[in-house]
């Protein structure tokens, strides 16, 4: 556009110049006249404004969304001249699904409304490039795709015959969450038996209390369910700057009378507009949660009716062992997944329907009156309930008892608990973020607790997890190749932690004792539950790859201990590093083979990730940019030189467990025989093949620019055509089982590593932060209002919209305290690493930690060192925990996460 622009505008000026010497030739550039009425009168030099005029005409309008992890999911107008993208533009045509509720139009932030300038950036990849220099050194080669895809294609199949399955990984990070471009490399790894990580653990995304006690965390609330409520509670999440397409909701839920109400320890964009701010000590949140808690019960603020139905409060623990009375202690023959209520009714002990063992699939109680209190006597055996159990552990945790955990005055905590129990409809969101703390998963479980105590569950609010997991069998097919085949999937925090050797930084960094004293366990208990999960086969590791095909994953960019990390991985991938990608971020940089790809207005594709049920269409508005390809079509060229060098090598395949891997078929597999060649192929048949998309054609969906989805896109319950979603309406209202072990709401959990750490009930531990080591600040990385992660973070717009390099957030006491000066450079620093940035003075941080938004680039830093090679990581052993009931490896549900807040550092002036 720039070049065009230029040429024209040159064209122009000079075409204007020589008239104006014409007409007068006293004009002159520094002495131009002032025209009174611009419209009325002629004046010499007039022909500037087709300059304007031009700039807003084109040649046709394309639909695209954005594919990048920002939860957004937002149609946009991409208007295309000379094959190029002018300018984009919000769709806002979405259809109001319900008169009473505000619509979703228009969707957008200033990230993607910048695309247009940022994909022709210099950082874009336009051509496939070969290192020629040392890995990460720079010099590269431009290549024939045809030629690169056949050395990637030998190199694949050496490492198979040389090392065997499972020493590839093939990992798609969370660039690429719309259909096809996710669809792509998944198919890829399904079919090679390529090592997946799960990319929800990866990034620390997961709120495995959630999971805990609901069976799902990606259950969840349609933005537009946000509007009824009456009470919302923010912790852990800052909307206004990380869910800006969404966040109006919030704030047009106070038109409803809604309460909304922050808890950060920093005075967030969100807070700002909240009716109370709660400015909670960082990583306190489980201390809070169970104040909560200790007020709802003490006060009798609680629903039996919903605690007896919904929840596994009245099941019946044995007094001697702590374990759930299971069937097996009673009868020889007995299930250990049937579990028992105390009738009120019958005076007896019944069995718990609904659980995982019972054959009756429902949570209805149908004449049982389950006790909530008391102690019994089941065949000799004593009994008391989950409920007395949570009892004692939440009286531990009163307002005042707690004040000096989370800095929040008591009365304030009471009156707040109050306010939230007597709620009609309350939701509690909590940001990703919780994923990133080691006490994360105490939060979480007890935020689900205050809920369930409360009754706010289906239409009476409950937790938003921020993210829901709608129905698309046909998208999952493609991806797991008809789930004949599948990756090697492996938990992303663990996988990330063991194959980069995390433990020996984090043995140089965390102090034993007082990290067990703040986390409840220390680095040689860690090392024993993760030990212990792998050969349990709790959760599945595959040890050290041979070989990385990298799809849309900046891994150097965002694991931490970055520099160690980073030397790891390259050494272990020695043989081969291929990274596909769109631009050259600070992944793709350090690749042997870089495969450019198209990026979001260059390809067709479909994206449903959102809280909305809107599924945007892209229809590759331009071509893509030099000679990159739609990572579909880049799949399809790497199974096509696969299957041809595989054949001429005579390697026909080999046996990988029990399924066959099948290289002399790979391309035909790949492509359905021919069926899906192309990026069009592939959404087109989604579009056909998918039952939630009501069978419109890909010609009308792309005119449109959005399909909004039928009441099959519901994975827990249909998504109600006039209404917005709300999570767990089919266990409330239809008394569907939820999916855990006692088919309840869990808040009793006898597992031995939750028996070890004295986590069998909700409880609170701290994060590690800086009482676990001895540098004096914590020290946390909330995402960035200027970027998706590292996405967009160089472009000229975003940078111009803060201060335009790397910046750490400080509290001017502290800097006051350190000699540190608004906008001056500082060294943050610990035993692992240090990295440079420049100060910003920010009042409501605590003195006690530092703040930074994630996502900057490394390359941006001073010395190319970034913020991750200072930042240490653990792994919490409750998250690794299996082998029981619905706890165990579940891609996107149960795994270790990656921490990314549990580090601290000390500062000082550069
Ligand atoms: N603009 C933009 N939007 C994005 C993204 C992006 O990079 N940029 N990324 C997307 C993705 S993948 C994610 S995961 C989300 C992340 O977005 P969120 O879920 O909102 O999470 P964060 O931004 O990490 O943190 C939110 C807030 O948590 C508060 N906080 C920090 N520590 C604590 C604590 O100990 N206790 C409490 N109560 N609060 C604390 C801070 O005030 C912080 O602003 O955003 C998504 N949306
Ligand atoms: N300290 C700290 N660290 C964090 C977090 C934090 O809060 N604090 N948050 C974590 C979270 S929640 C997240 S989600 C992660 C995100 O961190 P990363 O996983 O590093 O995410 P991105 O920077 O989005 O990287 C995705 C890459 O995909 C590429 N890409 C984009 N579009 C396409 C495409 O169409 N095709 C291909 N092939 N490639 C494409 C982009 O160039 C981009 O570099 O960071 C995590 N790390
Ligand atoms: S980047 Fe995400 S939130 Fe922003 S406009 Fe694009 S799809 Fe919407
Ligand atoms: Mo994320």
């Known amino acids: 556009m720039l070049r065009m622009k230029r040429r024209d505008f040159l064209k122009s000026t000079t075409l204007v110049g020589a008239g104006v010497l014409a007409a007068d030739k006293?004009?002159?550039?520094?002495?131009?006249?002032?025209?009174?009425?611009?419209?009325?009168?002629?004046?010499?030099?007039?022909?500037?404004?087709?300059l304007y005029r031009r700039e807003f005409t084109w040649d046709k309008i394309g639909k695209a969304a954005h594919c990048i992890n920002c939860v957004g999911n937002c149609a946009f107008d991409v208007y295309v001249k000379d094959g190029i993208v002018l300018r984009e533009e919000q769709l806002a045509k979405y259809p109001q699904i319900n008169p009473n509720v505000?619509?979703?139009?228009?969707?957008?932030?200033?990230?993607?409304?910048?695309?247009?300038?940022?994909?022709?950036?210099?950082?874009?990849?336009?051509?496939?490039?070969?290192?020629?220099?040392?890995?990460?050194?720079?010099?590269?080669?431009?290549?024939?795709?045809?030629?690169?895809?056949?050395?990637?294609?030998?190199?694949?199949?050496?490492?198979?015959?040389?090392?065997?399955?499972?020493k590839l990984m093939t990992h798609t990070g969370s660039g690429n969450l719309s259909m096809v471009?996710?669809?792509?490399?998944?198919?890829?790894?399904?079919?090679?038996?390529?090592?997946?990580?799960?990319?929800?653990?990866?990034?620390?995304?997961?709120?495995?209390?959630?999971?805990?006690?609901?069976?799902?965390?990606?259950?969840?609330?349609?933005?537009?369910?946000?509007?009824?409520?009456?009470?919302?509670?923010?912790s852990l999440f800052n909307p206004n700057a990380t869910r800006i397409p969404d966040a109006h909701y919030i704030w047009?839920?106070?038109?409803?009378?809604?309460?909304?109400?922050?808890?950060?320890?920093?005075?967030?964009?969100?807070?700002?507009?909240?009716?109370?701010?709660?400015?909670?000590?960082?990583?306190?949140?489980?201390?809070?949660?169970?104040?909560?808690?200790?007020?709802?019960?003490?006060?009798?603020?609680?629903?039996?009716?919903?605690?007896?139905?919904?929840?596994?409060?009245p099941v019946l623990v044995r007094a001697d062992t702590g374990k759930m009375l299971r069937e097996v202690d009673i009868k020889a023959d007995g299930s250990d997944q049937v579990f028992y209520h105390w009738d009120l009714n019958s005076g007896a002990a019944v069995a718990v329907k609904g659980s995982m063992g019972s054959e009756d699939k429902t949570l209805a109680l149908e004449g049982i009156d389950p006790a909530l209190e008391g102690t019994f006597t089941v065949e000799g055996i004593e009994v008391t309930t989950v409920f007395e159990k949570v009892k004692a552990e939440a009286s531990k945790y009163s307002p005042e008892a707690t004040a000096s955990e989370t800095g929040l005055a008591a009365e304030m905590v009471r009156a707040e608990a109050?306010?939230?129990?007597?709620?009609?409809?309350?939701?509690?969101?909590?940001?990703?973020?919780?994923?990133?703390?080691?006490?994360?998963?105490?939060?979480?479980?007890?935020?689900?607790?205050?809920?369930?105590?409360?009754?706010?569950?289906?239409?009476?609010?409950?937790?938003?997890?921020?993210?829901?997991?709608?129905?698309?069998?046909?998208?999952?097919?493609?991806?797991?190749?008809?789930?004949?085949?599948?990756?090697?999937?492996?938990?992303?925090?663990?996988?990330?932690f063991q194959r980069g050797k995390m433990l020996e930084q984090a043995r140089k960094h965390f102090d034993n004792d007082k990290l067990k004293d703040r986390v409840g366990f220390n680095l040689d208990e860690?090392?024993?539950?993760?030990?212990?999960?792998?050969?349990?086969?709790?959760?599945?590791?595959?040890?050290?790859?041979?070989?990385?095909?990298?799809?849309?994953?900046?891994?150097?960019?965002?694991?931490?201990?970055?520099?160690?990390?980073?030397?790891?991985?390259?050494?272990?991938v020695e043989e081969l590093f291929v990274d596909i990608n769109v631009r050259m971020d600070s992944t793709a940089q350090w690749a042997d083979y870089l495969l450019p790809a198209a990026s979001h207005y260059e390809a067709w594709d479909l994206r449903s990730v959102g809280f909305h049920r809107f599924v945007n269409v892209f229809s590759r508005p331009v071509d893509p940019i030099g000679e990159a390809k739609p990572d579909w079509d880049i799949m399809v060229l790497l199974s096509k030189k696969i299957q041809e060098r595989a054949i001429a090598r005579g390697v026909e395949g080999f046996e990988d467990g029990n399924v066959s891997r099948d290289l002399h078929t790979i391309y035909d597999d790949f492509t359905m025989n021919g069926t899906l060649m192309t990026d069009y192929d592939a959404t087109k048949w989604l579009v056909d093949n998918s039952p939630e998309l009501g069978g419109v054609t890909l010609e009308e969906a792309a005119e449109r620019g959005f399909i909004v989805m039928n009441a099959e896109g519901g994975n827990n319950q249909p998504i109600p055509p006039d209404e917005p979603y709300n999570p767990f309406v089919a266990q409330t209202e239809d008394k569907k089982p939820y999916e855990t072990l006692t088919g309840r709401i869990t808040f009793y959990c006898d597992h031995p590593t939750f028996e070890k750490m004295g986590a069998t009930v909700p409880t609170a531990r701290h994060h590690a932060g800086r009482e676990a080591s001895n540098y004096p600040l914590s020290f946390y990385s909330p995402h960035t209002r200027w970027g998706i992660h590292s996405n967009w973070r160089s472009n000229k717009f975003m940078l111009r919209l803060q201060r335009g390099e790397p910046n750490i957030y400080i509290s001017p006491k502290l800097a006051?305290?350190?000699?540190?000066?608004?906008?001056?450079?500082?060294?943050?620093?610990?035993?692992?690493?240090?990295?440079?940035?420049?100060?910003?003075?920010?009042?409501?941080?605590?003195?006690?930690?530092?703040?930074?938004?994630?996502?900057?680039?490394?390359?941006?830093?001073?010395?190319?060192?970034?913020?991750?090679?200072a930042m240490a990581t653990l792994i919490q052993p409750l998250e690794l925990a299996g082998g029981w009931g619905h706890l165990g490896f579940k891609l996107f549900k149960w795994n270790a996460n990656q921490l990314a807040h549990e580090s601290s550092v000390d500062v000082e002036p550069a």
Request: some cysteine; glycine content about 10%; charged content about 25%.
């Open 26 to 50: 006293s004009w002159a550039l520094n002495r131009l006249e002032p025209i009174e009425d611009t419209l009325d009168t002629e004046y010499p030099y007039r022909d500037w404004e087709d």
């Open 102 to 166: 505000p619509d979703a139009n228009p969707r957008g932030c200033q990230k993607g409304s910048i695309h247009s300038s940022a994909m022709y950036d210099a950082d874009r990849l336009r051509y496939p490039l070969k290192r020629v220099g040392k890995r990460g050194e720079g010099k590269w080669q431009r290549m024939e795709w045809d030629e690169i895809t056949e050395e990637i294609a030998d190199k694949v199949i050496d490492i198979f015959v040389k090392h065997g399955p499972g």
């Open 181 to 234: 471009r996710f669809a792509a490399p998944y198919r890829f790894a399904s079919l090679v038996g390529g090592v997946q990580l799960d990319i929800f653990t990866d990034v620390g995304d997961l709120n495995t209390g959630a999971h805990l006690a609901y069976g799902n965390p990606l259950e969840s609330f349609t933005s537009d369910a946000w509007f009824d409520a009456d009470y919302i509670m923010m």
């Open 252 to 313: 047009e839920a106070k038109y409803n009378g809604a309460r909304v109400v922050s808890v950060a320890p920093d005075y967030n964009p969100s807070s700002i507009h909240a009716d109370l701010w709660m400015p909670i000590k960082q990583g306190a949140d489980p201390f809070l949660s169970m104040s909560f808690v200790n007020v709802i019960i003490e006060e009798k603020l609680y629903k039996p009716d919903f605690m007896k139905e919904q929840t596994d409060l």
């Open 418 to 496: 109050r306010l939230f129990a007597g709620a009609r409809k309350a939701i509690l969101m909590t940001g990703f973020n919780i994923g990133r703390y080691s006490n994360g998963i105490y939060t979480g479980w007890a935020q689900t607790l205050m809920l369930a105590l409360t009754g706010h569950g289906g239409k009476t609010g409950g937790l938003d997890t921020s993210w829901i997991d709608w129905k698309h069998i046909p998208w999952l097919s493609l991806a797991l190749f008809g789930f004949e085949k599948f990756p090697r999937l492996e938990p992303g925090g663990l996988g990330e």
């Open 526 to 572: 860690m090392e024993e539950a993760i030990n212990e999960s792998i050969q349990e086969g709790w959760m599945p590791y595959n040890g050290d790859v041979k070989g990385l095909i990298s799809i849309a994953d900046n891994k150097f960019r965002r694991n931490k201990f970055a520099d160690k990390y980073r030397e790891h991985i390259l050494h272990e």
């Open 816 to 869: 006051a305290r350190k000699g540190i000066t608004d906008g001056s450079m500082v060294r943050i620093f610990n035993g692992v690493g240090e990295f440079f940035a420049q100060a910003k003075f920010y009042p409501s941080l605590p003195e006690t930690a530092i703040m930074m938004e994630h996502g900057w680039e490394p390359y941006q830093y001073e010395q190319m060192k970034p913020m991750n090679d």
